[in-house]
């Protein structure tokens, strides 16, 4: 059985740090790349990061950049996210998403952000 299940999330002040885990079960992770998604409410959903293989090279959307760094374990299925000097326009839900072209595309059933004091 595929799962994908995020944790990490919560309520953070404004400038503070969280970081996301999504730990893979049922199929082969290191095959995957690992995208992580948000969504604010009211809002579409928008790419926050990637993170290849076996490379393990990463590219992230603007906002995130400087702030965020997306890892990965494959030793242990599990991919990060790491968040500093959060804002409160981060508030979403965080979604990661496996993908391998000819495999699989899995998501994750998200962990709330949200950003305020």
């Known amino acids: 059985q595929v799962q994908l299940v995020e944790s990490g999330g919560g309520l953070v002040q404004p400038g503070g740090s969280l970081t996301l885990s999504c730990a893979a079960s049922g199929f082969t992770f290191s095959r995957y790349s690992i995208r992580w998604y948000r969504q604010a409410p009211g809002k579409e959903p928008e790419f926050v990061a990637i993170?290849?293989?076996?490379?393990?090279?990463?590219n992230y959307v603007d906002f995130a950049k400087g702030r965020f760094t997306a890892s990965r374990d494959n030793a242990k299925n599990t991919t990060f996210l790491q968040m500093n000097s959060l804002k409160p326009e981060d508030t979403a839900v965080y979604y990661c998403?496996?993908?391998?072209?000819?495999?699989?595309?899995?998501w994750g059933q998200g962990t709330q952000v949200t950003v305020s004091s």
């Open positions: 993170i290849t293989t076996p490379s393990g090279a990463t």
């Open positions: 998403n496996a993908r391998a072209t000819g495999y699989g595309d899995y």
